[in-house]
């Protein structure tokens, strides 16, 4: 099973800064590796695709790329909107597998 | 526009069975792969279940294999999931989704199943 580590679990930012996840497979993966935002009460929504494909609506702050073992979502300039639950994913092996998930806070 | 319903959840006694439903609007089920994902309270997200476009490959999380089972009516344009021998550490939120090119594009809302005595 491909173990994903995603870091920091918590990133502490202001709206209008930079931030920078990063999810870690334990073998590779290639591209086939997934972005997905949670908010409170709500479920998953597709946010990155193939490790670098923006999926449809999603705004051009964000942003990502990898490939292999280790990849990063980055948010270029935060909205108060895009505080919320960031799980990587990949789709390379069964059995699918998650990432505990960065959960991103207004400092 | 696409939409996936899911429904069925609740409180059942460990050991109980349970039967989740999850309805599609907006596209051909028979046209996707289609999965189960769950999320226990306040923890990560867990891929359950698959099942292929034509219905001939089903695939199932080891945690769950012979216990929860992953089905669909094509007529019905509905999934479901078939629980049975719950366990207290079965209680989660089940999410249907719809698997494209390997990833999840769209999410039902979820159902929450508890599992207590």
């Known amino acids: 099973e491909v173990v994903l580590t995603q870091s920091p679990a918590t990133l502490s930012l202001s709206p209008g800064e930079r931030a920078t996840l990063s999810c870690r497979a334990s073998q590779s993966v290639g591209n086939s590796l997934a972005w997905y935002q949670q908010k409170p009460g709500q479920a998953p929504s597709l946010l990155m695709y193939d490790a670098s494909n923006r999926a449809t609506g999603v705004p051009a702050r964000f942003s990502a790329y990898g490939f292999g073992t280790d990849f990063t979502l980055t948010i270029s300039s935060l909205e108060p909107e895009d505080f919320a639950v960031y799980y990587c994913q990949q789709y390379y092996n069964w059995p699918i597998t998650f990432g505990r998930g960065t959960r991103l806070e207004i400092k | 526009e696409v939409q996936l319903v899911d429904s069925g959840g609740g409180l059942v006694q460990p050991g109980g069975s349970l039967r989740l439903s999850c309805g599609a609007s907006?596209?051909?089920?028979?046209?996707?792969?289609m999965s189960w994902v769950r999320q226990a309270p306040g923890k990560g997200l867990e891929w359950v279940s698959y099942?292929?476009?034509?219905?001939?490959?089903?695939r199932h999380a080891d945690s769950v294999r012979g216990r929860l089972t992953i089905s669909r009516d094509t007529t019905k344009n509905s999934l479901y999931l078939e629980m049975h021998s719950l366990r207290v550490d079965d209680t989660a939120v089940y999410y249907c989704?719809?698997?494209?090119?390997?990833?999840?594009?769209?999410w039902g809302q979820g159902t929450l199943v508890t599992v207590a005595s």
């Open positions: 907006g596209f051909t089920l028979s046209s996707y792969e």
């Open positions: 989704a719809r698997r494209k090119n390997a990833y999840f594009d769209y």
């Open positions: 099942i292929s476009t034509n219905g001939a490959t089903i």
